[in-house]
């Protein structure tokens, strides 16, 4: 079963709105949980470090106060895209180490109209 | 800049034979290599993964090949199953096999039955 529960699996919404998207870890705590995103036929590109009770680390050219990234507990990231424009729409894939593995979340598919 | 790459974006093999998925590095600091397998609206699946120290690692019909003075490793999939149909992203890291993992741009792989 999955070890990772990202939600909402999609969300369109209106340019100018907030998204936020959570990530969980299921049955094991994750001090460190990572941020990618995917365009159509690309590959997934590191956007940021989410550390439980600190700053997130972000990856150059990712802007910190678009992409806000809380880790408020030990099983739960959340990701909140700010004013969202159609440029930001993407799929949005989480993950977490256990066990020296990484595992991902369902994704998020980002459609900003 | 592409520190891991993927230079063939499709491969179609018959069921049964042997599919090779190719990916070449540019990092000589990277020290652990995976393969992740994903499906269309799903996050990556942890396939098999190499240290550096290894050449090779073997799990049932998956075989990784590394050869670090070229800087190029190989997935081996034998026999081919139509299951096996997905993308297959090579990744790499530095320090450990989970922690800032960069991937490469993916290879479609289509088993025909």
């Known amino acids: 079963g999955a070890v990772v529960s990202q939600h909402p699996s999609r969300v369109i919404c209106k340019s100018g709105t907030s998204v936020k998207i959570e990530c969980r870890s299921l049955d094991f705590q994750a001090t460190t949980m990572f941020w990618y995103r995917q365009f159509p036929k690309q590959s997934l590109m590191l956007m940021a470090t989410?550390?439980?009770?600190?700053?997130?680390?972000?990856e150059q050219g990712v802007e910190k106060d678009k992409f806000l990234i809380n880790h408020a507990s030990l099983t739960l990231s959340t990701l909140t895209v700010t004013s969202a424009h159609p440029e930001d729409s993407s799929f949005y894939i989480c993950?977490?180490?256990?066990?020296?593995?990484?595992?991902f979340g369902s994704g998020t598919q980002l459609s900003v109209l | 800049d592409q520190q891991v790459k993927q230079n063939s974006p499709s491969l179609s093999v018959q069921e049964g034979r042997i599919s090779i998925l190719n990916c070449d590095y540019t990092?000589?600091?990277?020290?652990?290599f995976l393969w992740y397998k994903k499906y269309p609206a799903e996050g990556p699946t942890f396939l098999i993964s190499i240290s550096s120290i290894k050449d090779k690692n073997e799990d049932g019909r998956f075989t990784v090949f590394l050869n670090k003075s070229a800087k190029h490793l190989s997935l081996h999939i034998v026999p081919s199953q139509p299951g096996d149909s997905a993308v297959y992203f090579c990744a790499a890291s530095a320090g450990t096999s989970y922690d800032k993992v960069i991937f490469g741009p993916g290879t479609s792989l289509s088993v025909i039955p």
């Open positions: 990092n000589s600091m990277f020290d652990y």
């Open positions: 993950s977490a180490p256990r066990r020296e593995k990484l595992f």
């Open positions: 989410s550390n439980e009770g600190s700053k997130a680390t972000y």
